[in-house]
């Protein structure tokens, strides 16, 4: 009876041994399966994605289980990729340091343990991309895993040209137009300075701006006959009883009139028979304009007969 109770107790340590050792194994894989997850979502969001150029790589991706103090992270690029390098390397993990050896980086964390679940990013790993796509499709496969056991795969594509070339051409443009065409002082007298006005208007996208000349074809006002009378232009300020002829004017819209031509008041500039620059803009401009104001004055003497004149105007853009 002694003997069968000894055996039965040796078999019931046996069964109890072989239990544990049981329990032992399921535990164990059960802590691995619960370490060795999956890092999703995960992403790697490459500059260029060209082949054989240089590409900035940025990594996230949810440290499921996370990342202890001074654990790690290993980010593989397969055969293809050449250079990587982590000069410019970041990561949200504090105080993360970067080693490269071949094509495999690791990212090691600082003292500050990442949270499981919370979001990692890696950013600016560069690398050459492959000269080509590889030999089933354009897709490269590139891991990802950390001491915690977790891991993942990311597929990127790898193209003969990423990039698109856009070309489009903008037409020179330039228009010009004169508010009157003709200009009347009606009756002079002696008694006061005769004025009228017109507008010129000037649009340009050239890139420069333009400029607005201006000729005369007298240099004065001429009596209609061979050997008429010309009351002169010139550069002076008008009075009543004194013979002068010329213009002044003022622009807006960005167009600006210089000297001689930007008095005031009676104040005129010459007109002569050689194109003199009357107002100038440096940018495009819409729409600008100038106001030329017409001042003639005679003497008690001038000779009595039709007085005429042409002044030309060139609107001229810096393209």
């Not at 340590?13 to 544990?20: I, P, Q, R």
């Not at 090691?108 to 919370?118: E, F, P």
């Not at 209609?224 to 010329?246: D, M, P, Q, R």
């Not at 003639?296 to 003497?301: G, H």
Request: net charge neutral.
């Amino acid at each position: 009876m002694n003997t069968l109770t000894k055996d039965n107790l040796n078999k019931i340590k046996k069964s109890v041994l072989v239990l544990v050792l049981i329990l032992l194994v399921l535990s164990t894989g059960i802590l691995y399966s619960v370490n060795a997850a999956t890092l999703t979502p995960i992403s790697d969001t490459m500059s260029n994605q060209t082949v054989s150029v240089s590409s900035a790589n940025n990594f996230s991706f949810d440290a499921v289980s996370g990342i202890p103090a001074s654990g790690t992270v290993t980010i593989t690029f397969p055969s293809g990729f050449t250079s990587v390098a982590v000069t410019s390397a970041t990561s949200s993990m504090s105080g993360a340091t970067f080693s490269v050896t071949g094509n495999v980086v690791t990212v090691t964390n600082g003292t500050t343990a990442v949270t499981a679940g919370t979001t990692v990013t890696i950013s600016n790993i560069t690398a050459i991309n492959p000269s080509t796509a590889s030999s089933t499709s354009t897709q490269y496969i590139i891991t990802i895993s950390d001491s915690g056991g977790d891991n993942a795969s990311i597929a990127v594509a790898i193209v003969t040209s990423s990039q698109v070339t856009i070309s489009a051409t903008v037409n020179p443009t330039i228009t010009f137009s004169i508010s009157s065409n003709s200009i009347s002082f009606g009756v002079l007298t002696a008694t006061t300075v005769s004025s009228q006005t017109n507008t010129l208007t000037l649009s340009t996208n050239a890139s420069k701006g333009a400029n607005i000349t201006v000729y005369d074809l007298n240099a004065g006002l001429l009596q209609n006959v061979s050997s008429g009378h010309l009351i002169a232009s010139s550069t002076a300020t008008l009075s009543a009883g004194t013979e002068g002829y010329g213009i002044n004017g003022s622009g807006a819209g960005g167009l600006t009139v210089v000297s001689p031509y930007n008095g005031t008041g009676d104040a005129v500039g010459a007109l002569v028979k050689t194109a003199q620059n009357l107002a100038s803009i440096s940018v495009p401009v819409s729409g600008g304009t100038v106001t030329v104001n017409y001042l003639a004055a005679i003497s008690a003497v001038t000779p009595a007969g039709t007085y005429a004149d042409t002044i030309t105007y060139i609107a001229t853009g810096n393209f």
